[in-house]
């Protein structure tokens, strides 16, 4: 039901723009939010965008991420500016309908997930 892409190779300092797209679920009723997970560790949350538009990120990428979602196209993004070596990883774009905004963060409040996209950052 959700399908992401974007991912790719890229130098750091550079930019990437992750897709998510939706099948059967409505975005603009739904929070999206973004995780990822490097090799060998555990999957980490990096953005996420309530239904009301609020949205929340994690320290390490405040400022160079931007999490954002299109009605029409029932899609939602990730802008990811100023790329870091530490920033590789596999992406995942996950929806709820009944994810609070105080739980944007939270990997069990999503009930739909895609399948990963990867982002390798070069040095």
């Known amino acids: 039901q959700l399908q992401a892409s974007g991912g790719g190779l890229v130098q750091a300092g550079g930019s990437l723009r992750l897709s998510c797209a939706a099948s059967?679920?409505?975005?603009?009723?739904?929070?999206v939010a973004w995780f990822r997970q490097a090799p060998g560790k555990e999957r980490e949350f990096v953005a996420g965008m309530h239904r009301s538009g609020g949205t929340t990120y994690s320290t390490s990428v405040k400022g160079r991420f931007t999490v954002s979602r299109d009605s029409a196209k029932n899609a939602g993004y990730l802008h990811m500016n100023s790329l870091r070596p530490e920033d590789t990883a596999a992406y995942y774009c996950?929806?709820?309908?009944?994810?609070?905004?105080?739980?944007?963060?939270?990997?069990?409040?999503?009930?739909?997930w895609g399948q990963g996209t990867q982002v390798t950052v070069s040095s």
């Open positions: 059967g679920l409505t975005f603009r009723t739904a929070a």
């Open positions: 996950a929806a709820g309908p009944s994810v609070i905004l105080s739980n944007l963060a939270t990997q069990s409040a999503y009930v739909y």
